[in-house]
Nanobody
Framework: QVQLVESGGGLVQAGGSLRLSCAAS????????MGWFRQAPGAEREFVAV????????NHADFSKGRFTISRDNAKNTVYLQMNNLKPEDTAVYYC???????????????WGQGTQVTVSS
């Protein structure tokens, strides 16, 4: 069973940057595809980005392209989400998740972290 713990969220002004981290334990991290999702108040949890096991493939949601970058360090059992040029509409709880399949659907992800709050002020 994989345990995931996110960190790095906080309050930032519009145009600022944050780097989220997600530390994994309890399982073979390099065996999992890793994804980031987010959920704003009253909204569905939505896909942000995904990275394959050895970082050969990534995919980012349209709203994040050019601003967010997913990466991972298998030696550190950690996946990252670098977020630049943040906007107030990026305010949400951000979750990392682990899957045995590559994709953007929430249904593919078996393990989830508890989330980290990102708040962007205007």
């Amino acid at each position: 069973q994989v345990q995931l713990v996110e960190s790095g969220g906080g309050l930032v002004q519009a145009g600022g940057s944050l780097r989220l981290s997600c530390a994994a334990s309890g399982g073979p991290f390099s065996s999992y595809v890793m994804g980031w999702f987010r959920q704003a108040p009253g909204a569905e949890r939505e896909f942000v980005a995904v990275i394959s096991r050895r970082s050969l493939s990534t995919n980012h949601a349209d709203f994040s392209k050019g601003r967010f970058t997913i990466s991972r360090d298998n030696a550190k059992n950690t996946v990252y989400l670098q977020m630049n040029n943040l906007k107030p509409e990026d305010t949400a709880v951000y979750y990392c998740a682990a899957s045995l399949e590559y994709g953007s659907s929430r249904d593919k992800y078996n393990y989830w972290g508890q989330g980290t709050q990102v708040t962007v002020s205007s």
